[in-house]
Nanobody
């Protein structure tokens, strides 16, 4: 079992930045895919960004050019740098590790509002 703990969420004004972190209780090096997902009120959970063990990244069209995903195998941490935040980025953000298995964090709230 792997425990995931997200941090870094909060309230930010439009145009601002936040950096989310996901700390794993064990080694993340064995996981093929790691990603960030988000769920806004009344909407389905969606993929925001993912990164493979080899470093290949995928971003949702809505965040391309604004968000950057990274993983640090030495620190067992997944990060999401979010810049130029918009009100529509408001959601609970979850990290996920997959292959082998699938593990989710408990989520961290991001609110973009003036």
């Amino acid at each position: 079992q792997v425990q995931l703990v997200e941090s870094g969420g909060g309230l930010v004004q439009p145009g601002g930045s936040l950096r989310l972190s996901c700390a794993a209780s064990g080694s993340i090096a064995r996981f093929v895919v790691m990603g960030w997902h988000r769920q806004a009120p009344g909407k389905q959970r969606e993929l925001v960004a993912s990164i493979t063990r080899g470093g290949t990244t995928i971003y949702a069209d809505s965040v391309k050019g604004r968000f950057t995903i990274s993983r640090d195998n030495a620190k067992n941490t997944l990060s999401l740098q979010m810049d130029s935040l918009k009100p529509e980025d408001t959601a609970v953000y979850y990290c996920r590790l997959a292959q082998p298995g699938a593990y989710w964090g408990q989520g961290t709230q991001v609110t973009v509002s003036s």
